[in-house]
């Protein structure tokens, strides 16, 4: 991201707006990989373990994550200078276990805002 992201309340003190999505929870199964897309744009493709940080403006954000068999969608608002940060997990399903013996079954994908 250029400077025209960053925010500039005077002329000497910069502060930064950022967004950061983990993938590290314990209740993770810890496959499929989870594609995140912030505002439209990818932003990131988190394995188990993994972290992504970017800078954004200040604003209303849509945030989007997909384990390419299911999709969430999270919208918030950033003020200057915050740090918002979401975790997102690959969760199974009731059939996950049955079903994975056959090479298919339900992994559902879940985001939520940490602080």
């Known amino acids: 991201m250029g400077a025209s992201d960053k925010v500039y309340f005077d ?3 910069m502060v930064e707006t950022q967004v950061t999505i983990t993938r590290t929870s314990s209740q993770d199964i810890r496959d ?5 897309k912030l505002d ?5 493709t988190l394995m188990y373990g993994q972290t992504a940080t970017g800078l954004v403006a200040p604003g209303r954000h849509q ?4 384990n390419t068999w299911n999709k969430r969608t999270l919208q ?13 997990i690959n969760r199974e399903g009731r ?5 994975a013996g056959f090479g298919i ?11």
């Open 63 to 66: 945030l989007r994550v997909d």
């Open 40 to 44: 439209g744009e990818e932003f990131a």
């Open 95 to 99: 059939l996950t276990w049955l079903l």
């Open 76 to 88: 918030f608002e950033l003020a200057p200078g915050e740090h918002a940060r979401f975790r997102a």
């Open 105 to 115: 079954g339900p992994i559902y994908v879940s985001v939520e805002r940490e602080a």
């Open 32 to 36: 499929r990989q989870i594609i995140v």
């Open 11 to 13: 002329e000497n003190i």
